[in-house]
């Protein structure tokens, strides 16, 4: 397919999963029929290409939903749907007193990309003035999420703030998981999944692995989603390196957004002082030397999860690690990810016996995290590499279609796309990386 047919395809699909009457985009119909906050900061990035008014409607769409604790919910639930499970009766987000009263979220979070996606649309886009009255517009509402994380999410005033359920980290069934699966034994739920009605059983994960994720919910749920007490209480809590890299990249981005504006000093400062802390803290805390990247911290049990993934390597994009950190964590990609069999890069280390090539986050290739991937190795000049993550991307969207997940085997040559097609994020990214 020639570069403009891509793009002219990546177009068609983020305009079909448009919600015109709502003004958001789903991530992929019939599978995930809501708003999705990362997705949409994802696809932001994407409309910012050609449509900015719909970039603009779709972040404004997330934000309606902000709790009044500055809290943004995982999922939107604009629309009633019935092909996906859970939904909002199960959620109950309004046993929390200061939940959104207009809409019905979801009670935990996502990785928090909306600073810096302000910044990325700012910089695409070609009338800035407009764009900047609709961030100046819009900032604060972002300001004050970053403060409800750090007031509400870091128990130990340390700069890295928790997830408490691996939804919240995005990448839902990772590997790395299973180490936290291993201290909990929640009963066997009755529910009816929706996810494997539209795609493979096989590429999806597991009931039990359901009943973990609707337990730490429960546990949720039975105290009103009360920060202090999923503190207190539940078996799942992360200091994830990939959540924690997308707020510290949206703290710079707010702090550059905020220059520009001018008069804002006192954010400002507070935000350069989380900054710090956070960056300090994350390097003496998750950098792990031994694998020679960054790894998840279970704050739960005190230990760090010794194991690599794509989320090993978020930081490079939020400028964290110091170069010479950079150099061994580039090593460590190209030797564990990187050999000439595969594209890059498989979101889980496929030397590791829980690889799964197949299953949603145990290992196939996502375009946000390579996009993420390839922005950070460019901000440490290592190009080449960068330009093979992104030549992988194109290839495999090129091969297989907009897929959700991709096989990284090379040998791999047909339907080695995976999950939902004519996924959003996917081909929002893919507009973004054949930008020049
Ligand atoms: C996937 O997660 C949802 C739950 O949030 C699911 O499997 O039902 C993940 O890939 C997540 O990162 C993504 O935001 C969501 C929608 O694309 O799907």
């Known amino acids: 397919m020639s570069k403009d047919n891509l793009q002219e395809k990546a177009k068609h699909i983020l305009d079909a999963n448009f919600n015109e009457d709502k003004g958001f985009t789903i991530p992929c119909e019939g599978l995930y029929p809501f708003q999705w906050n990362w997705d949409s900061g994802f696809i932001a990035i994407g409309f910012a290409h050609y449509d900015s008014n719909k970039a603009k409607r779709e972040v404004e769409a997330l934000l309606r939903a902000q709790w009044e604790n500055g809290f943004i919910p995982h999922i939107v639930f604009h629309n009633d749907s019935d092909t996906y499970f859970p939904g909002p009766d199960f959620h109950l987000s309004k046993l929390h007193p200061l939940a959104s009263k207009s809409h019905r979220t979801t009670g935990m979070t996502q990785p928090p990309v909306l600073g810096f996606v302000l910044k990325e649309i700012y910089d695409i886009v070609d009338d800035k003035e407009d764009m900047l009255n609709f961030i100046k ?240 190795l460019n901000n440490y000049e290592f190009t080449d590499i960068a330009n093979r993550v992104k030549e992988d991307s194109i290839t495999l969207v090129e091969k297989y279609g907009f897929f959700e997940y991709f096989d990284s085997r090379k040998s791999v040559t047909e339907h080695a796309g995976y999950g939902g097609n004519n996924f959003s994020w996917s081909a929002a990214l893919l507009l973004d990386l054949l930008k020049d």
């Open 137 to 376: 517009q819009n900032i604060d509402k972002v300001f004050f999420n970053h403060q409800h994380f750090y007031n509400h999410r870091d128990p130990n005033q340390e700069g890295l703030v928790f997830i408490y359920h691996n939804w919240e980290s995005g990448t839902d069934n990772s590997p790395i998981w299973d180490d936290i699966w291993e201290t909990m034994d929640p009963p066997n739920y009755k529910f009816e999944r929706r996810d494997t009605t539209h795609v493979d059983a096989a590429q999806r994960p597991t009931n039990r692995e359901y009943d973990y994720y609707l337990h730490l919910i429960e546990i949720a749920k039975a105290h009103n989603y009360d920060d202090a007490k999923i503190a207190e209480l539940s078996p799942f809590l992360v200091q994830d390196p990939l959540f924690n890299a997308m707020l510290i990249k949206s703290n710079e981005a707010l702090i550059e957004l905020y220059e520009m504006i001018g008069d804002s000093e006192d954010k400002i400062s507070t935000l350069k002082a989380w900054q710090e802390k956070a960056i300090t803290r994350f390097n003496e805390k998750l950098y792990n030397e031994k694998l020679g990247a960054y790894v998840h911290y279970d704050l739960r049990n005190e230990k760090q999860i010794e194991h690599l993934s794509s989320s090993s390597f978020a930081p490079l994009f939020s400028n964290i690690p110091t170069k010479e950190h950079a150099d061994v964590m580039v090593k460590t990609l190209i030797k564990k990810f990187g050999g000439e069999d595969r594209y890059l890069c498989a979101s889980f280390d496929p030397e590791s016996d829980r690889f799964n090539p197949k299953k949603y986050w145990r290992g196939p290739i996502w375009i946000n995290l390579n996009w993420m991937l390839y922005n950070g």
